[in-house]
């Protein structure tokens, strides 16, 4: 009897200690495709589980560098709050909520607070959907863009590939000024602030003024003004032909390596052509609902209130207000908020279920959402020069200053990093899954504080470290 009250009072002080500390001993279930039946637990909503670092062979001691890692970051104002998930053989066994939604604010981030994904968008929501026609036979890698895309025939880029597109190797510049298209004129060319005034055409502020294209955007939406940028701003739905023909008519580059957004907004258009739905219902059909990923979405607002989703600007240069549920990259706002390049939200949670079910080789929880061939072909292939995955992106091994990961990452890691302070990285040889999800571009984004500080790396680092 003194041994079960030892036991009780050992584990309720172990819970409080580490609710105090930030850890969530009751985090929400992922997908254990990769355990054997006989390890596998009936785990519902109501009853998540979150394992010891000693379960999956990781060295707790050594692992608990990781919140001082963060807490420093926090305190030097790198990033209001973040979240960090590990996940070691399908097992989440480091899942913590740090930090609030911004350093003003009294509200703390939470399991389900959600993030402005950024470019993670990239190979959580796009590549996702390009892997999903490749699977199923519907394209192929050397498939031409121009094949599905008419804007592109006719034109030098009428024979960029989708491999191509893929390995960021297509001749196109890194971005394209999207946002400036319902803009007439603007002075200085940097300034872009648009007004709070109900007429929507012109403002003038201080040592710059812009006028608005005539009948290019709107307070209300209506038939042809239904694609909403933010609270009270609606572009005419001409906006999306137009940005189109900007890219038909770029200057094209050599085909060497150039990350570019521009790619990923082109394969966005191909697997929209192909599916014949917009890439977020093709996304929420084939993935996301089915693998009930409550928090991932495009246009978040549609389904959440605002307190869910962290804030990412004070102010922006497009919006004029607090960005908060509307996508933080301006292009792909001006573009409505589903956009190759970025416009995903997400908990961390949901980030890792994706990305485990792509380690586990296209299956999670009993259901197969891609075919192990697919998901070893888009996570094995690398380009020519080495720098980038099949929509990947991978350590540069021997370059420490420019590698996206730390030393200790092997070379098989792939992923990918966003602008808002966000990360995913997934280990094959280890069976690791690493996400980092913040909001550092809170309040204002001119200076990159997280990735001068390595603090994404670091955080790696530590993890593989800490294998035993």
């Known amino acids: 009897m003194k041994k079960q009250i030892t036991t009780i009072f050992v584990f309720l002080f172990s819970t409080i200690l580490m609710n105090q500390a930030g850890y969530s001993l009751f985090a929400p279930a992922y997908g254990k495709g990769t355990l054997p039946n006989s390890e596998k637990k009936i785990i519902t909503p109501a009853t998540p589980t979150l394992y010891s670092p000693g379960d999956v062979g990781m060295n707790a001691r050594k692992l608990a560098r990781i919140d001082s890692i963060v807490q420093s970051g926090i305190r030097e104002k790198v990033f209001p709050g973040c979240q960090v998930l590990v996940m ?12 609030k939604y911004t350093y003003a604010s009294t509200q703390k981030v939470e399991l389900n607070t959600m993030y402005d994904l950024a470019s993670l968008s ?98 209300i939406p209506t038939p042809q003004f239904t694609i909403q940028v933010s609270d009270s701003f609606y572009v005419n739905n001409k906006l999306h032909d137009a940005a189109m023909e900007l890219i038909a008519h770029t200057h094209l580059s050599p085909k060497t390596y150039c990350y570019s957004c521009v790619n990923f907004i082109l394969l966005k258009e191909i697997a929209e052509t192909i599916s014949g739905s917009s890439m977020d219902a093709f996304l929420d059909k084939e993935y996301y609902k089915p693998m009930k990923l409550t928090t991932m979405s495009y246009l978040p607002l549609r389904t959440h209130k605002k307190d869910e989703i962290a804030p990412t600007l004070k102010k922006d240069n497009i919006r004029g207000n607090e960005v908060q549920g509307f996508v933080h990259d301006p292009d792909a706002a001006i573009l409505g908020g589903v956009s190759g390049n970025a416009g995903l939200f997400a908990s961390a949670q949901d980030v890792a279920t994706i990305y485990q079910m792509i380690l586990n080789q296209g299956e999670i929880d009993g259901t197969r959402y891609l075919s192990s061939e697919t998901c070893k072909l888009f996570t094995t292939t690398t380009s020519a020069s080495g720098r980038r995955g099949l929509g990947y992106d991978k350590p540069i091994p021997g370059n420490h200053k420019f590698s996206p990961c730390c030393e200790l ?39 990159n504080k997280l990735a001068k500080s390595g603090i994404r790396t670091k955080i790696q680092e530590v993890i593989y470290e800490s294998l035993k």
């Open 122 to 219: 990239k190979t959580t929501g796009t590549l996702l959907a390009i892997m999903k026609l490749y699977d199923t036979g519907k394209l192929t890698l050397n498939d031409k863009a121009s094949h599905y895309l008419t804007f592109l025939r006719g034109t030098n880029k009428e024979n960029i590939t989708i491999k191509e597109l893929l390995f960021h190797e297509s001749g196109l510049p890194a971005g394209l000024p999207f946002h400036r298209l319902p803009i007439e004129r603007i002075n200085p060319p940097a300034s872009l602030n648009f007004a709070k005034d109900t007429t929507l055409k012109e403002t003038r502020i201080p040592g710059s003024a812009f006028k608005y294209k005539e009948g290019w955007v709107s307070r």
């Open 88 to 99: 070691k053989d399908g097992k989440p066994f480091y899942d913590k909520c740090f930090g």
């Open 409 to 447: 990452a092997p070379k098989a890691v792939y992923g990918h990093t966003g602008y808002t302070g966000t990360c995913c990285w997934v280990d094959p040889v280890n069976d690791l899954v690493y996400v980092f999800l913040s909001n550092r571009t809170y309040p204002y984004d001119r200076e």
